[in-house]
């Protein structure tokens, strides 16, 4: 990206950190993002440039500070951060007729171009969508294995209560949600939570974003992931092959949806029936438990297990069959519209899919990250617009290290990008 500020060459360019925010603005594509901002610019003095402030807006996330203050606190304190950004110290007459050196935007001037960049989200967030499509020409296996998870983010701003007040000290768009955590022995704890919810999508193997929906905590996790996957370009579509999800996103019409678009799901399905208890396929001896394990009851009621075989797609069923200890050639095709969920197309004892299904934990590592690299565990932003600024400008910065880092024909860690 052609904004980079030119350092002066009779200074030190060992930077340490600060070499990041020089490889992110490297690795970012092309936008027309900072015409947009011109033209929402308001009258008034133009000490520095869009670009400046933008620049100094990414490094608050590199820099992993917590609020705007700091920010502008550490531009007056780094001038090499400064270089950086572009701002020059300058002076300004003030009203009493002295003059002031300032090195760095005031605090207002900061928010005001916040404002105008929240307004602009959307831009941002189809930026951060131009960078996932170098993902996918630079890298012929990205998009193959995608995992979908919920991350709760919760606000610690004051809840609006009974009187919805306009007030900076509360988030009238957070609101509350209650989520259960089940244990062993059928124990279900349930735990309460106040803000938004990044429904998001990521590749499996590369652990980076894909696409992303940022909501109130109490929209509902199937409910959006069928939003965004009837959304999904085709791109994605075409390259995609399974998708990876916890018991929260169980269910038929999630499931309808992804075999609709020839992604195999690979969804851990919840546990409602007794541990113990297997239920017969139609009127045949053969039962199955909610593990997806099937077997076959012989004439002294004792139960084999079957091995999978595999899917037929001729007849929509899945193919077991006896081990190879017990000599025995039949295959028993077990239809999936029975028991849909349970009888996914790939078998849910089966080896691939407890394979497969590890690998849902990537999703999890780029939520850790969202919390401990970009501090979301201890933020103050209020609103849903300011939210979704946040979390684009994130997945802005892990998608441009990621590219620049394929530039220089590194593709090791490409979702790590604090070196």
Not at 75 to 88: A, D, V
Not at 139 to 162: C, M, R, V
Not at 171 to 185: P, S, V
Not at 223 to 234: N, Q, R, Y
Request: hydrophobic share 35%; net charge positive.
């Amino acid at each position: 990206m052609k904004i980079i500020t030119q350092l002066n060459l009779f200074e030190d360019h060992e930077m340490g950190d600060l070499e990041k925010i020089l490889t992110v603005l490297d690795g970012l594509p092309e936008t027309n993002l900072f015409q947009c901002l011109e033209e929402r610019r308001r009258h008034g003095r133009r000490d520095y440039s869009v670009q400046s402030y933008f620049i100094a807006y990414v490094s608050k996330f590199i820099l992993q500070l917590e609020t705007d203050q700091q920010l502008i606190r550490h531009l007056n304190m780094n001038s090499q951060l400064r270089q950086i950004c572009g701002f020059e110290t300058h002076g300004v007459k003030l009203k009493n007729g002295t003059r002031k050196l300032v090195h760095a935007p005031s605090k207002s001037a900061f928010s005001r171009f916040i404002q105008d960049l929240v307004e602009l989200c959307p831009d941002i967030e189809y930026w951060v969508q131009s960078g996932v499509s170098g993902l996918y020409e630079l890298l012929p296996d990205f998009g193959k294995e995608l995992a979908l998870d919920g991350k709760l983010i919760e606000s610690y701003a004051t809840p609006y209560g009974q009187k919805k007040k306009k007030d900076k000290r509360s988030d009238l768009d957070a609101d509350f949600t209650c989520k259960e955590r089940h244990g062993k022995n059928g124990y279900v704890k349930k735990e309460n939570y106040y803000g938004f919810r990044c429904h998001l999508i990521v590749d499996a193997h590369y652990e980076l974003p894909i696409t992303w929906e940022v909501t109130p905590a109490s929209k509902g996790e199937q409910t959006v992931a069928k939003k965004m996957i009837s959304h999904l370009s085709e791109k994605v579509l075409d390259r995609a092959q399974y998708l990876m999800a916890d018991r929260g996103y169980s269910g038929e019409p999630l499931q309808h949806l992804l075999e609709d678009a020839d992604i195999l799901p690979i969804i851990d399905a919840p546990h409602r029936w007794k541990e113990e208890e297997t239920r017969q396929y139609l009127d045949t001896d053969i039962v199955y438990n909610q593990s997806g394990q099937v077997f076959w009851v012989d004439d002294q009621c004792e139960e084999i297990e079957l091995l999978y075989k595999g899917y037929d797609k001729s007849c929509d069923s899945l193919r077991y069959g006896f081990h190879p200890q017990y000599q025995d050639d039949r295959i028993f095709r077990l239809k999936r519209s029975f028991e849909p969920i349970i009888f996914n197309k790939v078998g849910r004892a089966s080896q691939k899919f407890k394979r497969q299904y590890k690998k849902r934990t990537s999703v999890e590592r780029v939520n850790g990250r969202l919390d401990r690299d970009f501090r979301f565990e201890n933020h103050t932003i209020r609103g849903l617009k300011k939210m979704r600024l946040a979390i684009s400008m994130s997945f802005l910065v892990i998608i441009g290290f990621a590219l620049a880092k394929l530039k220089t024909g590194n593709q090791a860690h490409l979702a790590s990008w604090v070196v």
